[in-house]
């Protein structure tokens, strides 16, 4: 079985500050992806970053960045400098190898204030 | 504006109505499906298509019928839906490589707002 925990609801932070978005997972499966899509009022869910279980590199991308650690299955997101335009529901998302059933966290709700 | 096209944006109907959501790609992905979420929730899988044959039915409520015509197009047929039933229904369509789908991206949709009276 595979599950997806985003312990914080909701998020609110004044504009410019840095915030993290927390991401653990659980899985038996060796091989895995996992995924954070951005969810704005609109509805649409954006891809924002794919990783695979075996790439534990961070990445950053602009005012993005996520660190990937196996040993404690988390990913988290941070977004530095936020801005208004980043409020929006973020969803962490795993999915196996061998499974097209891609399984979400229960979102974190992230208000900028200006 | 998305890749993946839905139609309509918003749909009101009754419980023994018989309507139909549309979705739509041209991104060559053979791999599409259809999410249900509901409000303050995360999408939920209903139904994946690889190579329009259906290779995932998350035990769906028969009134929910999917059908996909052709490598493009998926829809969701509805009929005698309940009142919770009432969602935005997210379409979502992905690449098939070797390996299968499950490592791609999923592009999504903006949703049909579905509302049951």
């Known amino acids: 079985a595979q599950k997806v925990t985003q312990a914080q609801t909701e998020i609110s932070v004044v504009e410019k500050e840095d915030v993290t978005l927390d991401c653990v997972y659980e899985?038996?499966?060796?091989?895995?992806?996992l995924f954070w899509y951005k969810q704005p009022p609109s509805g649409e869910l954006v891809f924002l970053i794919r990783?695979?279980?075996?790439?534990?590199q961070n990445e950053i991308s602009g005012r993005y960045s996520w660190n990937f650690q196996k040993s404690t299955s988390s990913f988290n997101f941070t977004i530095t400098a936020s801005q208004v335009v980043d409020s929006a529901v973020y969803f962490c998302?795993?999915?196996?190898?061998?499974?097209?059933?891609?399984?979400f966290g229960a979102g974190t709700r992230l208000t900028v204030k200006p | 504006d998305t890749e993946v096209t839905q139609t309509p944006k918003h749909l009101v109907m009754g419980m023994t109505n018989k309507k139909s959501l549309k979705c739509e790609q041209h991104?060559?992905?053979?791999?599409m499906y259809w999410y249900k979420q509901k409000a303050k929730k995360p999408p939920e899988l209903m139904f994946v298509?690889?190579?329009?044959?259906?290779?995932i039915n998350e035990s769906v409520p028969s009134r929910f019928s999917p059908e996909c015509p052709n490598s493009s197009l998926l829809n969701l047929h509805l009929h005698a839906l309940q009142p919770e039933d009432s969602a935005l229904y997210l379409c979502?369509?992905?690449?098939?490589?070797?390996?299968?789908?499950?490592?791609?991206?999923?592009?999504f949709g903006d949703g049909t707002r579905l509302s049951i009276l």
């Open positions: 979502a369509s992905s690449q098939v490589l070797g390996t299968g789908a499950s490592n791609q991206p999923q592009h």
């Open positions: 899985t038996r499966d060796t091989t895995y992806y």
């Open positions: 990783r695979n279980s075996f790439d534990e």
């Open positions: 998302a795993l999915i196996t190898y061998n499974n097209n059933d891609m399984r």
């Open positions: 991104m060559g992905h053979r791999a």
């Open positions: 298509y690889s190579y329009e044959k259906l290779s």
